[in-house]
């Protein structure tokens, strides 16, 4: 539980620091490419592209976790 919640704090620091930075965005889009969408990544994409239907389409349907399609 403690280490999810900390991939999903470190994971939230980063979009928002990629929200004001392209070269962050570019480091955290190839990072994130890499990771299983079953992973702690994939199911946080999941929870964020709910939370945010409009930006979901710019989310790849195969990136989220079966039955988490926008």
């Known amino acids: 539980e403690l280490e999810m919640q900390l ?3 470190f994971a939230a620091l980063a979009a928002v620091s990629a929200a004001y930075d392209q070269e962050m965005a570019g480091i955290v ?3 994130l ?3 299983p969408a079953e992973g702690p ?3 946080l994409l999941a929870r964020l592209a709910a939370l945010a239907p ?4 710019a989310v790849p ?3 989220l976790p079966s039955g988490n399609t926008p």
């Open 7 to 9: 991939v999903h704090d």
């Open 29 to 31: 889009l190839r990072a």
């Open 33 to 35: 490419s890499q990771e």
């Open 41 to 43: 990544f994939g199911d």
């Open 54 to 57: 409009a930006a979901a389409p």
């Open 61 to 63: 349907a195969q990136r």
